[in-house]
C-alpha cells in the first residue's frame, strides 16, 4: 500500500492536475491490482496521439537535424584520424509514442541519401505497449493519413497490412525500420544513459506539471555533451494582448507552457543556449 500511495503521489505531483483523477475514472477498482500494474495501466491511458510525416516536425528536422548530420559527414571524410569508430550522427524522439514521429524522420533520412552509417534514430517512450507496436515493425494510424502520403513514400518505405481493424494496417519496409532502435524510459524517473546528437521532444511537457516538467528537461539534458541540440515544440498559439476572464482560463496554460519552453536558456544549471529557432536550444 505504502508502494501505491508512492506511486499516486508522484502521479499527482509529475502530471497535470486531473490525470490521476480522470485515469480512476475510467479504471474502475484498481485496489484489487499489483502497484506495477496500476502504473502501467497509468501509462497505457496517457494521450499518445502521435503523427506520420507532419510538416511541422520535417521542417524542425530538415532545418537542425539534417545539417548535423552532414556536418558529422564531413568531419569524417577531413580528418579520419578523429574519428576511429567512424561514429554515425545519434538522434533521439522522446517520446515516440508508436514510433510514428521516428519512421518518417528516417524515411527523410533515406530520401537525404542518409543510411545507417550516417545515422542512427532512437524511439524512446514510457509506454510498453506502444514500443511493442514500433518495435514489430507494423502500426496502425488512420487510413486516411496513409492515402493522403505522397506517392513515392508510399511505393517506396510503406505497405498496407491486410490485418483487419484494429490491428496494424501499416507495415514499414525493412530499409526504414533498419535506421529505427526502441526502448522504454521514463523521463521523469532517468536521465538519458546515452549521449546524442540532437534530442527532439514533442508534445510531452504539456502533459506535465512544472515540477514535471522541470525534472524532465533536466534529465533529458544533464548527461548530453556540448554541442548536443534539443528540440522542443513550436509555440502554442494564444490570443494576443492580455489574457483575462474566460480567455485566461482557456489559454492561461498554455501562455505558461510557452513561456517555459521559451525560457529554458534562463535556467542556467541546464546550460542550454537558445539557437536561432523558437524551442531549439544547444547544450554548452
Ligand atoms: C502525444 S504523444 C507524443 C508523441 C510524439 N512525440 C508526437 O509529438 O507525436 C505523448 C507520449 O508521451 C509519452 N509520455 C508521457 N510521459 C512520459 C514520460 N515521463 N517519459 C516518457 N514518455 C512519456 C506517452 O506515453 C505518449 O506516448
Redesign the pocket.
Known sequence: MEELSKLIQNIKK??IPGTWDSFLKNAGRIYQKETKQIQEDF?DQ??????FF?TC?IEMFKSHAIPKIKENEKNKLENPQNNPQNKTTNIL??????G??VFSLATICLEEKLNSEHVKIHG????KT?IQEAKSGKILIGNKTINDLDEYIKQGYFSKTQFPYPQPNLAISEQVQYLCKYYE?????QSLIKKYDVI?????LI??SRE?KKT?VKNLTKNQKPGTIIIF?KHYYTPPGKLYGLNNEKYGRRRKDNEFIASLDRKSTLGLKELKAPNVYEKI
Open positions: 509529475q502530471f501509462f496517457l494521450y499518445f496521439k502521435t503523427g507532419r516536425v524522439i522522446l517520446p515516440c509514442a508508436n510514428q514521429e524512446a517512450d514510457l509506454n506502444l524510459h521514463n523521463i521523469l524517473n527532439i521532444c514533442t508534445n510531452l502533459q506535465l514535471g524532465a515544440n
